[in-house]
């Protein structure tokens, strides 16, 4: 059964799946216009002031947790009372609202700017009083923390994990990376622990990419990386991910792309259309042209792999498909190695490969589209070592960071109740020693 499973899903066209129908957006300002949406309603929420405060406080005092000051002969104080809050999941489907149509405009730089306090329309800046008054995440800010911590997910799983026993395929990183980020186009980081999400993302990448690990390695994984997150936690945040992605799971990642497209340069470049797409390097001129080997290609591959690793940790699998990364990776390898990187010994017309592989095959205007797309995705791919589109892996600003956690520390719906059994703990081991 599993086995007729898995066929069905290889066998389906990209452009059927939900990765295409659904997850993948039109424009930058798409996605931000998500991020916006959820941040917002995270802060309506958090600043508004729960009718239960006084309910709440009641509870505290008489169950111990907070003392109050009349009765130890102490000067009365007011007591900021934080109201427990229902950490909600929105789900993408139901809270995604209109798509807006696709324009010139979207990828222009004023456009693909996320939404700032000084805008009219910006809403709650700060938590209600009885949440303590504390400033609050803005979309930018969220778009931070998520692009540290997605950039973090390699390093639990996949084949750079920092673990030995979390080394998994690079396809499982991929994944997990990508759910994570589906996650957050309808959730706020400070609703939901983003530690915890990335390490429910690598579990669950894990089962879908049918290469299961023990919980308990992904809990030592995340102790490696001076962030741990226990077992427990990890289940239970599983469970309000999987409802947060609208328990779609099916994922395509850009690496398989990348070999397949080698296969068939491979084969295509020994044929007689393809041989004029080659350029033997360093070869002299006049000299016996020599047969496309097989290992020629290798350099090209290699580095569009080690370009897919800073893509899927960037928001551009959300903008791209699988496909469209893939060849556009090869196209940027190609690029770099034959300008004197890696050792290659040949150049490959990119772009005249897919002219004329698909030529009598395809509609013309088809293949123009294409190629203007893989041109621009190109340029976007080499500006990820800038730190661009959400590429964590470049120019991170620890000190700011530290300061969006502190911020987050602050304002944030989870968390609390953990907080207060560690203070319980710690007060209960001070009475046993004294």
Sequence with gaps: GRQKKNQTLNEMHYEESSQSTKWQLSSQYELNSLRERANRRVRDVLSHDANSASAAAADEIGSGDVKDPSKEGGDSQAITIQPKLNCEVYGFANTRGERPKATDMDNDATTSKLMEESDPDYGPTHTSKSRGDHPLLTPADEASLITFYCSKIPLLIGPHATLPRCRRDAKVAATACLLFRRFYLSNSVMMHDPKGMLAAAAFLATKVEDCMILVGYLEMGTKEMNAP???????????????????????????????????????????????????????????????????DLRPIHDAAMKICDDVIVSDIPLLFSPGEVGFAALVVANEYVS??????????????????????????????????????????????????????????????????????KKCRAWGLSEKKEGKKKKKKRKAEDA
């Design 229 to 295: 997150v226990p077992i427990n936690d990890i289940l239970d945040a599983e469970i309000k991910f999987i409802e947060g992605i609208d328990f779609d799971l099916l994922v395509f990642s850009p690496y398989k792309t990348v070999l397949s497209y080698t296969e068939d340069l491979r084969t295509f470049l020994k044929s007689e259309k393809g041989r004029g797409l080659i350029t033997f390097l360093g070869q002299e001129e006049g000299g016996e042209e020599r047969q496309l080997a097989g290992e």
């Design 339 to 408: 300008s004197g990187g890696d050792g290659a010994s040949i150049s490959v017309d990119m772009m005249g490969y897919i002219r004329s592989r698909f030529h009598g095959t395809v509609d013309a205007a088809a293949i123009d589209a294409v190629t203007h797309r893989v041109s621009k995705l190109g340029g976007m791919i080499c500006e990820l070592k800038e730190g661009k589109y959400g590429c964590g892996n470049y120019n991170v600003n620890m000190d700011t960071l530290k300061t969006l956690n502190k911020k987050l």
